[in-house]
């Protein structure tokens, strides 16, 4: 993920009234939304974090001032006020994560080892088909923490004033309009294909080294449209510079509720997430897994790290194990029938 980029007023007037809100949520679905998940259990390993000794090394496999970074900077104090143990944010960043990744791997099941990550984990074997890393079954998957919120931005010269004029737009000149991303196989070039195959679209992709490059022409006109965060897509549009189609979230942005989703305004079931979430190294035992997502539940719920999060466009989640694990399942499959149905190929050179 890119760095984020701080911007005055990301928020809506109504976001405050959705603290209490979400707050109530994560409070409600502790552990006891932990029942039936599928952790196995090795003997001998602690079974609470106050069970252990010396500190908790929090692995980032990404670069300082990224949401990954952001979001371990939060829960990191907050953790440590919690169980009595320091905590130390690593960053490992390099070779899309896979330099974090195996450090984890190697670590103890005992709670001292921890990694926050984001959902760009699952294509790791598009990207890296050799890789000695099996993401599915390589960790334990503790808790989704928060995700960003990304909009379908467009120059303000394409003639479409909405999504469904867009796609009519789109789709009346096959191969004609072009869209920016970061970089092959980037959320931002994955939800695009997967935009094109669902709405029968035949779109250039213009691929760049990193998300500041695309911006700048798209901004200037050269390329038509891309993904934004939302956050960073707003301010644009009310400076007439970008025009935002709508949003890639299933529901509307609690930090931005007027603006509708795609699914919603043109393409039914389309929807995306750019999620953050906590794991520990495989083989880490049911109840030590509760335990740390009981407290990290207890943490997200802090109208401070709510509100510290929302300023940067980002919306605080929560989940069982299960419900991680089962959002990593079928964003796995998803992200390797678009790549097999689009012929793309992304892996990394």
């Not at 109530?24 to 090795?42: N, S």
């Not at 104090?77 to 143990?85: G, I, S």
């Not at 998957?141 to 909009?151: D, E, K, Q, V």
Request: charged residues 15%; hydrophobic residues 40%; glycine residues 10%.
């Amino acid at each position: 993920m890119q760095p984020l980029t701080a911007s005055g007023d990301t928020m809506d007037r109504n976001s405050s009234s959705n603290f209490s809100h979400e707050r109530r949520k994560l409070l409600r679905g502790g552990a006891a939304t932990l029942a039936g998940a599928a952790i196995p259990t090795a003997p001998g390993v602690a079974t609470t974090l106050d069970g252990g000794s010396g500190p908790i090394r929090l692995i980032v496999p990404h670069a300082p001032g990224t949401t990954p970074d952001l979001a371990a900077r939060l829960v990191g104090p907050r953790l440590t006020a919690r169980v009595d143990r320091p905590v130390i944010i690593d960053n490992r960043p390099g070779a899309s994560g896979l330099i974090g990744y195996e450090m984890v791997t190697k670590a103890p099941p005992d709670g001292s080892t921890l990694m926050i990550t984001a959902a760009s984990i699952m294509t790791l074997p598009l990207l890296y088909p050799n890789a000695p890393i099996n993401v599915l079954d390589g960790f334990t998957p503790i808790s989704n923490l928060c995700s960003t919120n990304f909009a379908l931005v467009i120059h303000p010269s394409l003639p479409a004033g909405n999504f469904p004029q867009f796609l009519a737009y789109v789709r009346a000149r096959p191969g004609t309009v072009d869209y920016a991303s970061p970089g092959k196989g980037t959320f931002h070039h994955l939800w695009m294909e997967q935009m094109c195959l669902m709405a029968g679209l035949q779109m250039s992709h213009v691929a760049y080294k990193g998300a500041s490059g695309a911006i700048t022409d798209v901004l200037a006109g050269h390329v038509k449209t891309m993904f934004l965060p939302v956050h960073q897509a707003v301010p644009f549009q009310k400076e007439g510079k970008l025009r935002i189609m709508g949003v890639i979230s299933a529901t509307r942005d609690p930090n931005f509720p007027a603006l509708d989703t795609l699914s919603a305004s043109g393409l039914p079931g389309f929807n995306g997430e750019a999620w953050y979430a906590l794991f520990g190294p495989k083989g880490m035992g049911a109840k030590l897994a509760a335990d740390i997502q009981t407290r990290i539940q207890a943490v997200l719920a802090e109208p401070e790290i709510m509100f510290t999060l929302a300023k940067q466009g980002v919306v605080v989640k929560g989940s069982s194990t299960l419900e991680l694990y089962t959002t990593m399942k079928n964003e796995q499959e998803k992200w390797a029938r678009v790549v097999r149905e689009g012929q793309l190929n992304i892996r990394a050179e």
